[in-house]
């Protein structure tokens, strides 16, 4: 077994030491060094709790003053970083800014948090409980109060809750190791005392019920489960588990089990809970059945030898890929006693989150934080697929921009599952299976709007709900927040959002409630494309309502070779491809709200650069159809390609004229 630390160490060597467990304080050997005033001290709490990471300013200034920052909050921050540079005096180095950040880069062994969860690393991989014993009481003797005391930051982290948890959890297993060996009058007292600050721990509550019985306190004891089973009942309306309800079954009778065993309970130093991070499940979750059913299937495989099973929802701006995710896990989630584990990759957030980033997330979960977490993302990777190793553990990864973001948090073995959502195509993520969505059917389109503004509004109004309907092109997101309007509106017949939604030049506008809107959804992923495709989405909006060829793409750019730019159309999911024609020719198509956005983005292209472009586009649709009239015999259009063409081309005529006139 390794050598314990002292804390702070008995030399005076004149290395820096840090401490969180308990007031924070700074050491120099010996040597308490002055931190400064409070918000100095919680700037450094705050590069404390993820030392050696980068954290930003952004998340400094809310941590140090909430909501209520003031005009001065950044320079503040700078000046306050300063302040802690000169209080470490020649070390100053250790604390530097980058990028809008900073970060605070010491050994392990400077900072008492990290000392704290070695310990308790040891204790778990101790071989005897005497080991373990020894090794818990070296963690718990680092804390020398509450954690962080005297000083409240304004957001509660997860260090700070995972490092309170591990605290009370090496309090209860030290107890039952002293139990064991039969030493209950040593841990009576200090059991009632954290019972106070913990009441609804029932682990705890055993453990001090256990002590009590074996003084031969059997009445108290027996209070203890009534105190505990009316505390569960008043604020949470549960019971108390199996365990307690055991435990009160077997002191009246003076089971022989309890007596003294000379054994812990083998799940003494078992690891934390799981975790459960999904968000709450969609309460009107409608339609889709056959995707969920895929999805459930594909997430329920269990081969343990085999890869983890990877599932990609794909699909447009607002057609409820994140929706039907979360439903799906929520419906397998038994399948993964372990956890679950939900994270939003930013994908369309400016820049989209690291692979680095997101995992020392995903590890501060498993409780590695601090200087114990890897510098390197490959390193990161491989702790994380190691921690999951041996697990059950169902992975959400919300949002994903590119594929690198998912490979980095893809476990190792099949006893896991990976459900992914994106914008995107990732076709480069081998092995994974992909299921598409696109706009509801028109028949569960009416159930969704039904089940929000409620089917008896809908009957009684059957033609508007359905004109509705037809103006959202059953997008789900334009039928919540229509759904929405209507909700917040009682008074409305259906017939008024109807009118409003009549003019599709103002129908994103309407189509809005709070921040939630069609347009600035559409716009995430408009702002993601290169600059040449954002200006054809624009241009193919001016096309009109119909599905389109993949060769107009190059009349309206002037060049050839333009299938690539249609092709990150398809890939951000913003156009549609729609099937082949008679001729063989891919055809194309926008939802009806992705062309009314793009028409609103055309109208800041000057008139001159929108009438070239479209030009193109109808003189290479009549030089077909003339050559294909000149040349019947060898015809390249069908009958069925030549009327819709005359069709399309003469509303496009309509179109340009109106949107571009002629001079």
């Not at 990471?53 to 400094?60: F, I, K, N, Q, T």
């Not at 019985?213 to 203890?224: F, I, K, S, T």
């Not at 506008?509 to 495709?533: H, M, P, Q, W």
């Not at 015999?633 to 009327?643: H, P, Q, V």
Request: aromatic share 4%.
């Amino acid at each position: 077994m390794r050598d314990r630390i002292t804390w702070p160490s008995a030399r005076d060597d004149g290395e820096l030491r840090f401490g969180v467990l308990g007031p924070v304080t700074v050491w120099r050997g010996r040597t308490e060094l002055p931190c400064g005033p409070g918000r100095h001290q919680r700037l450094l709490a705050v590069l404390l709790l993820r030392v050696d990471e980068w954290v930003g300013r952004p998340e400094l200034i809310e941590s140090l003053w909430g909501g209520a920052a003031p005009r001065s909050a950044d320079n503040q921050v700078q000046k306050f970083a300063g302040r802690l540079r000169a209080v470490f005096g020649p070390d100053g180095d250790v604390l530097t800014s980058t990028g809008g950040g900073y970060r605070l880069r010491i050994a392990p062994e400077q900072l008492d948090s990290v000392q704290f969860v070695r310990h308790l690393d040891s204790a778990r991989a101790a071989g005897t409980p005497a080991d373990a014993e020894a090794e818990l009481r070296a963690a718990l003797a680092l804390w020398r109060g509450p954690l962080l005391d005297g000083i409240e930051l304004a957001t509660r982290s997860t260090e700070l809750t995972q490092l309170d948890e591990q605290r009370v959890t090496a309090s209860e297993n030290l107890a039952e190791l002293t139990l064991a060996r039969g030493e209950q009058d040593t841990v009576v007292a200090e059991l009632s005392q954290l019972a106070g600050h913990h009441p609804l721990r029932e682990r705890l509550r055993e453990l001090q019920m256990l002590a009590l019985y074996r003084q031969g306190r059997q009445a108290e004891a027996l209070g203890v489960f009534a105190d505990v089973s009316r505390l569960l009942a008043d604020e949470l309306g549960v019971d108390p588990g199996a365990p307690l309800r055991r435990l009160h079954e077997q002191i009246p009778r003076a089971d022989p089990a309890l007596d003294l065993t000379g054994a812990p309970n083998p799940a003494l130093l078992a690891q934390p809970r799981p975790v459960h991070q999904l968000p709450i499940d969609v309460c009107d979750f409608t339609g889709r059945a056959e995707s969920l059913a895929a999805l459930v299937e594909l997430l329920s495989t269990d081969a343990p030898d085999r890869p983890p099973p990877v599932v990609v929802i794909t699909g447009g701006p607002g057609v409820g890929k994140s929706s039907l995710a979360v439903h799906a896990a929520h419906a397998v989630r038994a399948n993964f006693p372990d956890g679950q584990l939900y994270l939003d990759l930013g994908g369309t957030a400016d820049p989209p989150r690291e692979p680095a980033e997101l995992l020392a997330e995903v590890l501060r979960v498993f409780a590695v934080a601090g200087a114990v977490m890897p510098q390197r993302q490959q390193e990161r990777a491989a702790l994380f697929r190691s921690l999951l190793a041996d697990r059950r553990v169902l992975i959400v990864l919300d949002d994903a921009g590119r594929a690198e973001q998912v490979r980095a948090l893809l476990p190792a073995t099949g006893g896991c599952a990976v459900l992914v959502t994106s914008r995107q195509l990732l076709t480069e993520l081998a092995g994974a299976r992909h299921i598409d969505l696109d706009a509801l059917p028109v028949t569960e389109a009416h159930e969704l709007l039904g089940g929000i503004v409620g089917t008896d509004r809908v009957a009684a109004e059957p033609d508007d709900a359905a004109a509705i309907l037809a103006a959202c092109g059953c997008l789900p997101l334009a039928i919540r927040i229509a759904g929405a309007r209507l909700t917040g509106r009682p008074a409305w017949s259906l017939r008024v959002l109807r009118e409003r939604l009549a003019d599709e030049s103002g129908r994103l506008s309407e189509l809005r409630v709070g921040e939630v809107g069609v347009r600035a959804s559409f716009e995430l992923s408009r702002r993601l494309l290169s600059t040449e495709a954002a200006h054809t989405l624009s241009l193919l909006g001016l096309l009109g309502a119909h599905t389109l060829p993949g060769w107009v793409v190059d009349p309206l750019l002037d060049r050839s070779g333009a299938d690539s730019v249609l092709d990150q159309l398809v890939d951000a999911s913003l156009v549609r491809l729609t099937g082949t024609d008679d001729i063989g020719q891919p055809r194309y198509r926008l939802h009806d709200l992705i062309r009314a956005y793009s028409v609103e983005t055309a109208a800041t292209i000057p008139p001159a650069d929108r009438r070239a472009p479209l030009a193109r586009v109808l003189a290479a649709w009549l030089d077909l159809l003339e050559a294909d009239l000149e040349k019947r015999a060898t015809a390249t259009l069908t009958d069925a390609e030549r009327t819709h063409l005359t069709s399309a081309l003469a509303k496009i005529i309509t179109e340009l004229a109106d949107a571009t006139p002629l001079e």
